[in-house]
């Protein structure tokens, strides 16, 4: 079965950076939309970025455009998010994701990691 697993996160002070990453296998990665996602307790899932197979075509939530950066490697099967100039309101549990193009659910999701940003 196809899996994605995650590494990065964790406390960070507002303005500052952090990068997550995101290693899949199992399955057929380079044909797959790749996401990253954020869940704060009581509050719906956020898409905050997605990338497709080839790297043409990438896509940000209006709070974090700008400052997030979405990539993605088909050699090494990995997608990174790079965060900056980050804040407080970025709090939350981040997920990655893979779907396939054209269907309506993730076939896939990362186990989750969390990023705090507080003085």
């Known amino acids: 079965q196809g899996q994605l697993v995650q590494s990065g996160g964790g406390l960070v002070q507002p303005g500052g950076s952090l990068r997550l990453s995101c290693a899949a296998s199992?399955?057929?990665?380079?044909?797959?939309?790749l996401s990253w996602h954020r869940q704060v307790p009581g509050k719906e899932r956020e898409l905050v970025a997605v990338?497709?197979?080839?790297?043409?075509?990438?896509d940000y939530a209006d709070s974090v455009k700008g400052r997030f950066a979405i990539s993605r490697d088909n050699d090494k099967n990995t997608v990174s998010l790079e965060m900056n100039r980050l804040k407080p309101e970025d709090t939350a549990i981040y997920y990655c994701?893979?779907?396939?193009?054209?269907?309506?659910?993730?076939?896939?999701w990362g186990q989750g990691t969390q990023v705090t940003v507080s003085s």
């Open positions: 994701g893979a779907k396939m193009v054209g269907f309506r659910g993730y076939s896939y």
């Open positions: 199992g399955f057929t990665f380079s044909i797959y939309d």
């Open positions: 990338i497709t197979p080839t790297e043409d075509s990438t």
